[in-house]
């Protein structure tokens, strides 16, 4: 692997005059592009606790901060600051500044609940919004196992710790106390735990609210409330339903996706009632999710992801639409495919003619039923490029 960040953001290194934001979850590398990309730009750390302590007493000193970093490195025109959701106040500064001295500003954020509670100077289209994902198959190259990335996930670290069950375990207990514990976002954290393994039980199924909140001995607001915080945190997020020009009626409710497999491995609790193929369906299918939402982040970022789902129970697993065209893809975990597991991809054609379809699965040979690619994961997790996906039998 040539880096352990994703080489799809490179383009980001020509962001020519406009300022930005990258937000992604801890741990899936920002910090290490912005100071890969940006070397001789002053760089503001705001985990540093000196930094976070001079800023968060008063915003105001950035300018002066700024005018005595490394004054031995080359002049650069780009100011980097690190984590800007731990001090909100600070991006009055920023806006300032890009409006007096003309400087750019790369800033990464692993949080956007302080920025939206705080009612935070978004600096009103002066800087783009960008994210980061874990890694995705193809950046990882010949590393990428599909064994490795179905049990503890890709983030960067988990492929190059000597022990990443270790790593992703003190991962999310980290993620937890840092980002919920200290900010002081729940009152209750005993409750907020049974609550995500609780909602971990829910993972790429349809949401039911009120099921998770009473498995979690806490009252539907309070659930509510959780799943705000988890999204507001980039540790998960909610996949609405595909409604397009629909005729058929669909479900409403969202599915529900940790980011990551190995942090959704990490929080399921496993008993003697567990089946095998129940937790890794739900892997496999976060697995392509994370994937297809890094896609669409990184080259199609115009394109929504949903899922479709109809009353009767036909449902695709994701539903990628836009300028490039509309792509239907189901997620089957078996080697061997029969038409009737493909009756849901035929019933999606007849409600939207110009869909592409696929299905991926665990056989080894790309092949063509119908109108549906059936397409091997593994191949599909290597090319996962929309100009190439048209090309993949």
């Known amino acids: ?7 799809n953001l490179e383009r980001l290194r020509k962001a020519g005059d ?7 979850p801890r741990g899936t590398g920002k910090s290490h592009w912005l100071r890969h990309t940006f070397k001789n730009a002053p760089f503001i750390d705001l985990l540093e606790s000196d930094t976070y302590r001079t800023l968060n007493a008063a915003p105001e000193r950035l300018e002066s901060i700024l005018e005595g970093a490394a004054p031995h490195k080359e002049p650069s025109p780009w100011i980097v600051i690190d984590e800007i959701q731990r001090v909100p106040a600070l991006l009055n500064e920023v806006h300032r500044l890009i409006e007096t001295k003309q400087v750019r500003f790369a800033m990464s954020g692993s949080s956007a609940r302080k920025l939206k509670t705080t009612d935070a100077n978004l600096l009103a289209g002066r ?3 960008h994210h980061m994902h874990p890694l995705t198959a193809r950046e ?33 207990h980290t993620y937890i106390q840092e980002e919920v514990a200290r900010e002081g976002l729940v009152r209750n954290l005993g409750d907020f735990h049974r609550f995500l393994e609780t909602a971990s039980f829910s993972q790429g199924s349809t949401l039911n609210l009120s099921e998770v909140a009473r498995d979690s001995s806490v009252n539907r607001k309070t659930a509510e409330g959780y799943f705000q915080i ?17 005729k058929r009626k669909t479900v409403v409710h969202p599915k529900f996706f940790f980011f990551d497999t190995g942090v959704f491995r990490a929080l399921r609790p496993r008993g003697p009632l567990d089946s095998t193929q129940e937790i ?29 789902r109809t009353h009767q129970g036909h449902e ?27 009756k849901s991809l035929s019933i999606f054609k007849e409600e939207f003619p110009p869909a592409q ?13 119908g109108d549906v690619r059936c397409v091997p994961i593994p191949h599909f997790l290597r090319r996962t490029l929309p100009e190439e996906i048209a090309g993949v039998c």
């Not at 739900?282 to 080259?299: G, K, M, S, V």
């Open 1 to 7: 692997m040539n880096s352990i960040f994703p080489d």
């Open 18 to 24: 406009h300022s930005f934001f990258l937000f992604g």
């Open 127 to 129: 800087a783009r919004t």
């Open 140 to 172: 990882l190259g010949e590393m990428h196992s599909l064994k490795h990335s179905l049990r503890f996930g890709q983030l960067p670290s988990v492929y190059l710790d000597n022990d990443p069950r270790d790593f992703i375990s003190s991962y999310v």
């Open 230 to 246: 988890l999204e507001d945190i980039l540790l998960a997020t909610r996949l609405t339903p595909f409604t397009r020009r629909a």
């Open 280 to 308: 890794e369906g739900a892997a496999l299918e976060t697995l392509i999710f994370q994937e297809l939402r890094a896609w669409r982040d990184y080259a199609l970022p115009d394109h929504s992801l949903n899922y479709w």
């Open 316 to 342: 695709i697993d994701f539903v990628l639409y836009g300028e490039s065209g509309l792509f239907a893809f189901e997620v089957k975990r078996k080697n061997n495919l029969q038409k009737k597991d493909l």
């Open 357 to 369: 379809l696929f299905c991926l699965y665990g056989g080894k040979k790309s092949l063509k039923i």
